[in-house]
């Protein structure tokens, strides 16, 4: 079954970097306007001193990024494990298990309505626990599809 998610995920995601949804951290970062700069077109404020405003994480993005921190957590750096019963998922890194949720269950909002900030509290106090496939994250029920 793991080599066929891992087939599936990484046919999604080549269609994600394809389509350039993918996040670049190794583009340069676009240079910043000087404050002495009088372009017509930079927004009033944006000199020296200006706080930057950034867009607020969604409940779902908020919830899932802990559930994978807490997941790599549970295996001590041996990839990431969340438990769903008798069932695991399974990543290999911290950026996989993140892009995995943000896309595949952020991006449906179907899924991504069970993933709320009672979610992310329960997340917080999660046990990880003994599977087949060694230490994993329970996920809690509050994060889970009724």
């Not at 908020?62 to 069932?87: D, L, N, Q, W």
């Not at 998922?89 to 993140?98: G, N, P, R």
């Not at 909002?109 to 900030?117: L, R, V």
Request: glycine share 6%; charged share 15%.
């Amino acid at each position: 079954m793991r080599p066929l998610f891992h087939l599936f995920f990484a046919a999604a995601m080549s269609s994600v970097y394809a389509c350039g949804a993918a996040d670049r951290s190794d583009d340069p970062s676009p240079p910043t306007p000087s404050s002495s700069s009088a372009s017509p077109t930079e927004p009033a404020g944006s000199g020296e001193g200006s706080a930057a405003v950034t867009a607020p994480e969604s409940a779902c993005v908020g919830a899932t990024r802990t559930i994978c921190e807490r997941a790599c957590a549970c295996t001590a750096g041996v990839g990431c494990v969340v438990s769903y019963g008798a069932a695991t998922e399974e990543h290999d890194s911290l950026s996989a298990c993140t892009k995995f949720y943000q896309f595949y269950v952020c991006g449906q909002p179907t899924y991504a309505k069970a993933y709320t900030d009672a979610c992310r509290s329960a997340v917080d106090a999660a046990a990880c626990v003994a599977t087949t496939k060694g230490s994993a994250l329970a996920l809690p029920t509050a994060c889970q599809q009724p």
